[in-house]
Structures are given as C-alpha cells and as structure tokens.
C-alpha cells in the first residue's frame, strides 16, 4: 500500500455514514478496493495504490452524497456505491416517490433504470428480492406524475385463476385483486394510499391480468408486464404487440420460477432470445448479488442457484 494517505474531508454525518455500525461500511469498502481506510476526524484518510484510492474515493463520495442528503446509509447502499464506483458515474434518474427519490441500491439496479429511460422496450430478469417490479413501478409511476405519460398500466398472468377470471365472484376490481396485490402493495408504498386512490378511480393507473390486454392498443402508457415468466409465447407476444404511441414498456420476471404446467410454455425466455439485440429493447439481469430484501433471502437464492447444475441427476 502507498505510504502517501489522501485526506477527504467530510462532515461529521457522512463520516459516520461511510464507517458504519462497528466500522462495517468501511470494511466493505476496503475488501473491495484493498485499501486503509481511517477516520482521524474531519473526514477520512484513504492509503493504498492509486487505482484502489481512486475507486474507493467515488464511493465513499456517493455515499457521503446521499448522508448529506438525509437519505440513510445502509450496506445495500454501500455495495451500490462500490458497483458505481467500479462501473463509473450512473445516468440513472431517481424514479419518483412519496418519499423523494427512490435511488438504485445496486449497479444492476442502475443500469436498469438507465435502460427503462432510453429504451421503449426494457426486459427485467432475476431473482426474487431484485427489486425489478418495484423500480418499474417507481419509474412508471414518476412519468405518471410528471405527465410524461397518461396512464400507468400493469399487468401479469394470472396462473392460479387458469385466467379464467368469469367464474369468479365480484367485478373485475375483487376478481382480480388477490393476484395483484404486490402491485397494489408498490403503488401504495410511492405514491400514498390517497393519491394511488384517486389516480385508480380517474382511470390514470390500471392493473388487470393479461387476458384483458388482447385486442387493445396502449398509447402514451407506461406498461409493466410483471411475472412474465408465467405467461404463454402466445401472451407474450400478444401484451409485446400492444404497445401503442408514446408508450413504453417493462417486462419483469424470473425465467427460473416458471409456473406453467410446461416450463417451456413460457413466452419471457423466448422473448428475450428473439429480441435481446433488437433496437429499442434492453435486457437487465440481476444476479443473488442484487437481493434486496433480508441478507438471508440472498443467501437463499444462492443456495438455490448452486443446487441448479444437481437437478436431473
């Protein structure tokens, strides 16, 4: 390691923010980049060789950024600031929220944003605990807000129903409902309870299932087709063909959590190969690495992810 340490000055509540309970923030910080990192007061000082300084420097830069900002710090944001830090400065846009900003957590998430603001056409894959539905309902919901788009339209097979939402009691709303209610629960958790409400009755958010999506053309929409996984080729391509004037599209899912009675019934898989490359489509995949949720839900994944190459014995 260099015997040169650099200074950076910060304030007392970055400093804090960048060490972490019991110096945890600034351990992943220097696993990442093998550095020193010390907090003599007034900042922190930083050895090591100059490339490891200069990574770990822009993240504890973002990191100190967002303390600043009153935003919390937390590991998932310190494993972000690291990914940004080695991937370069991200272009994402915050999505909006009742809450301000809703930032990318991880570099996967960043570029995911990235995708869903330069690309009509965004394909969200991974595992659970991703965040893919959430960041495309932050985003969609933002466009709604800023009136970039009229509508916010979100859909998703409805496997447990068979579809076949007729024999169901209720209207549409109660018929569906038990199958959309991560949706509402994300809609509520950016937008308030009050305004998702209001916006709902005025027709400006809609959520239904995939079998309500054929014949229709969705102008100046955001449209999310979420747990795609669980959708025919035949209704892929179906909600993929619905995509009107000024409008974009998310589709989220998991290509391992298939549900169908056939896997290779599934419409996500072979949309992403017959469109990954086409212009205007974006493809973003996150890995166990990305997992948001508890710790344990991405050790989980992970313990899942190691067992796939045993299956079929």
């Known amino acids: 390691m260099s015997q040169t340490p650099e200074f950076i000055p910060l304030s007392n509540l970055s400093v804090r923010a960048v060490a972490g309970a019991g110096g945890r923030h600034a351990a ?17 000082s930083l050895a090591g060789d100059p490339r490891g300084k200069a990574c770990a420097k822009r993240a504890i830069n973002i990191l100190a950024e967002r303390a600043d900002a009153g935003r919390e710090v ?7 600031a690291i990914g940004q830090a080695r991937v370069g400065d991200s272009k994402a846009t915050p999505a909006a929220g009742r809450r301000g900003g809703v930032a990318p957590r991880t570099a996967a998430q960043a570029r995911y944003l990235d995708s869903m603001a330069t690309h009509p056409l965004v394909f969200g894959l991974g595992p659970a605990g991703t965040g893919k539905t959430f960041l495309a ?13 009229d509508r916010l339209v979100v859909t998703r097979p409805a496997v447990e129903a068979g579809e076949r939402l007729g024999f169901l009691p209720g209207d549409l709303t109660e018929k569906v409902d038990p199958y959309m209610a991560p949706i509402w629960e994300a809609l509520t958790d950016i937008l308030g309870a009050d305004q998702m409400r209001r916006r709902r009755d005025r027709g400006e958010i809609e959520v239904a299932p995939i079998a309500f999506m054929r014949g229709r053309t969705l102008s100046h929409c955001f449209v999310i087709c ?13 909600v993929l063909t619905r995509l009107g004037e000024g409008s ?26 017959l469109l990954d490359g086409v212009e205007g489509v974006a493809v973003a995949r996150f890995t166990a690495g990305d997992v948001v949720r508890h710790p344990l839900v991405e050790r989980i994944v992970r313990a899942y992810e190691a067992e796939k190459p045993q299956e079929g014995r």
């Open 248 to 273: 974009r599209m998310a589709v989220t899912g998991d290509p391992s959590q298939v549900d169908l009675l056939r896997t290779t019934d599934s419409g996500l898989a072979h949309a992403v190969g």
């Open 137 to 149: 309902v932050a985003h969609g919901a933002g466009m709604l807000m800023r009136g970039e788009v």
């Open 226 to 238: 979420d747990e795609a996984q669980n959708a025919t080729r035949l209704q892929m391509k179906m």
């Open 74 to 80: 937390e590991v998932p944001d310190v494993r972000a």
């Open 28 to 44: 992943l910080i220097e696993e990442a980049f093998k550095v020193l990192i010390e907090t003599p007061g007034g900042g922190v």
